[in-house]
């Protein structure tokens, strides 16, 4: 059985469950509102919970890709309003400034300086850019917006208007325009930029979904296109090959650059979950067995700690002691902070890497589809571990933070794992929501 901090559900928490024990569990969690997320007015969501001590963060503005995962988990329980009304908020956002597109498309502004990229973090409440240099080269951010766009034109929850379309075709004409197949972003982890599979695949999934609604004849060309350039099937699928040969050569590893190489990295889970996209993937370095398999034997076996997951080994990010750091340090990307550390004699330790909360529900989910499709109980009882580690990371009674609460991470505060600042994080919440989500039908 994993740790569990909170008492409480620890005495809910079970091996083998029942739907009843899963709706007892369920119920608990809704009565602390542990699942509760606050929304600004149109729709969109903060990062995290912010108040005067964690103000530092920033986590009070607006992120694309943790509102994607936040509206999609909404949208896996059926709850289509909250998600529709947050996708159609960033809809605004990038119509309000498609400049940000439109100017690497026509070759007006170099892509190598990130603040001329589409901005991926901005003021929720009035939809405007924040004057504060960031790493903006985030073709996962971008790709998650275009997927589940496209998931919901798909289920006809969803009906563009033109002006929409013409938005759509924007991201296409970007990612070929930078080709992102081989261009080094910040990714998932808003870090030192690099050629980075779970980039890549973020992309590709977002093509294909595209595709899938052309071939569905759900959209006409006549109104994606921008100037003389019109999307079309040949188009997207010109588009798609490269992407999926640079994850053959890339995959299980996260990264191949010889300065900048990364074998292990737990963002490769979400082209498993929800992404969907490894299935018929294979290459020379997966033989004998699928790149989901091996990227799901990696993290376990090289990231999982006992409090969550790390997103890489030597991530700075939360080390031990983080608060000890100068604040300028804390809000620095990571060859910044590691470099001042190494200034500092404060060389990063193996295993001391913070522990995430947000991937434990997603290897939960990854597992719970499994079952679904296979009924092997070898898979229920992995979905059924992962999901008790996730709700073992919930705060205890007596945190500091407040109880029942998801945390961002558990870091090493001198010899003892505890709750980073951003607690409680909307991101972690959603993997959650969509962890039990799963285990329902897996138990239905």
């Avoid at 589409?118 to 275009?146: K, M, S």
């Avoid at 299935?279 to 799901?296: M, N, W």
């Amino acid at each position: 059985m994993p740790y569990i901090h909170n008492s409480e559900v620890a005495r809910l928490i079970k091996s083998d469950y029942k739907l009843a024990d899963l709706q007892n569990l369920i119920s608990l969690l809704q009565k602390q509102e542990t699942l509760n997320f606050p929304t600004l007015d149109n729709g969109l969501f903060p990062a995290a919970i912010v108040s005067d001590s964690n103000e530092y963060t920033g986590y009070a503005a607006v992120w694309v890709r943790d509102n994607i995962y936040v509206a999609y988990s909404h949208y896996v329980w059926g709850e289509n309003d909250l998600a529709l009304k947050c996708v159609r908020c960033l809809m605004q956002y990038f119509q309000k400034h498609q400049h940000r597109f439109t100017k690497i498309i026509d070759g007006e502004v170099n892509p190598d300086d990130v603040m001329q990229r589409p901005h991926v973090r901005f003021n929720g409440a009035d939809l405007t850019e924040i004057d504060q240099n960031w790493q903006h080269a985030q073709n996962d951010a971008l790709g998650y917006f275009l997927w589940f766009y496209c998931q919901l034109i798909s289920d006809r929850l969803l009906q563009p208007s033109p002006e929409e379309l013409a938005i759509l075709s924007l991201f296409v004409l970007y990612f070929k325009a930078i080709a992102y197949w081989q261009d080094e972003d910040s990714g998932h982890w808003e870090e030192e930029r690099k050629v980075s599979a779970s980039s890549i695949g973020v992309v590709v999934a977002s093509l294909q979904s595209l595709s899938k609604l052309f071939s569905q004849d759900l959209l006409v060309s006549d109104y994606c296109q921008y100037q003389n350039q019109t999307i079309s099937i040949e188009l997207l699928d010109h588009l798609i090959k490269p992407g999926l040969n640079a994850l053959k050569t890339i995959l299980p590893a996260e990264s191949n650059q010889p300065d900048r190489a990364r074998r292990y990295d737990a963002a490769l889970l979400f082209l498993i979950y929800p992404l969907d996209i490894l299935d018929d993937l294979t290459g020379d370095s997966a033989p004998r067995s699928s790149f989901a398999d091996r990227i799901i034997d990696d993290v376990t076996q090289n990231l999982q700690g006992k409090y969550g997951i790390s997103r890489y080994l030597n991530d700075s990010f939360w080390c031990r002691n983080y608060t000890d750091l100068p604040e300028n340090i804390r809000t620095s990307i990571s060859t910044e902070r590691e470099q001042w550390l190494q200034e500092q004699g404060r060389e990063l330790q193996k295993g001391e890497e913070a522990q995430w909360c947000i991937f434990d529900p997603i290897i939960s989910a990854i597992y719970g589809v499994k079952f679904q499709k296979t009924q092997q109980t070898e898979y229920l009882e992995q979905q059924t571990f992962y999901l008790n580690r996730s709700l073992g990371q919930l705060t205890a009674t007596d945190s500091k933070v407040g109880e029942f609460k998801c945390p961002e991470l558990y870091y090493l505060k001198q010899d003892q794992y505890v709750p980073n600042d951003a607690t409680p994080l909307l991101w972690t919440q959603a993997n959650l929501h969509l962890a039990l989500k799963i285990m329902e039908q897996s138990l239905t």
